[in-house]
């Protein structure tokens, strides 16, 4: 029996490196600015990045899926989900994003470095129906509740949304903000 359990815990050892996915936990000091907590958790074996952000009625969970180009946020508050294409332009690769939340976290969690990107997002007022197309992760996150397709705003059109927006902030490496016009409810 001892050698069965030392034969599963060594299998377990050598095996966990090959699965490559893992927890980080990112504070925020004090709770300003209303990020709270966020957990990241990269599997490099499924290409996914999956962000959690607890703080009460603002949090969210995001799910970027580097190998279908698409990432989604989940509101709480809104009782929504958000499905948008990955501007591998300005979101970091999964390898980078690993790289930076290390780093983070060796820093002792605060900022620093160069400021965030950011980025803004019209969110289209119309349901999706078919959350397939979307890719597994973000179906299988977004199934049940309205999810709605947003498209990146240009810089200069942002002004325009300004006060109807609902922040995500990925730790401190980038700003998303998903827009709604006046007339549009989601």
Not at 157 to 180: G, H, Q, T, V
Request: proline letters at 5%.
């Amino acid at each position: 029996m001892r050698v069965t359990m030392l034969f599963l815990g060594l299998l377990g050892l050598f095996m966990a490196p090959g699965l490559a996915s893992y927890n980080i936990n990112v504070n925020d000091n004090g709770n300003e600015a209303g990020s709270g907590q966020q957990r990241v958790s990269i599997n490099n074996e499924h290409n996914v990045a999956n962000v959690d952000n607890n703080n009460g009625w603002n949090s969210w969970n995001a799910i970027w899926d580097y190998e279908n180009s698409f990432a989604a946020t989940r509101l709480f508050a809104k009782k929504s989900c958000i499905v948008h294409r990955m501007n591998k332009e300005v979101m970091p690769s999964i390898e980078t994003l690993d790289a930076l939340v290390k780093e983070k976290k060796l820093q002792g969690n605060g900022p620093g470095g160069p400021p965030p990107k950011t980025m803004a997002f019209s969110i289209n007022p119309n349901q999706v129906d078919d959350l397939s197309q979307f890719g597994t992760n973000i179906a299988g996150m977004c199934q049940g509740i309205p999810t709605y397709v947003a498209e990146e705003i240009p810089g200069e059109n942002l002004p325009l949304y300004s006060e109807k927006c609902y922040d995500a902030n990925i730790l401190w490496i980038l700003n998303m903000s998903f827009c709604r016009t006046s007339e549009e409810q989601f």
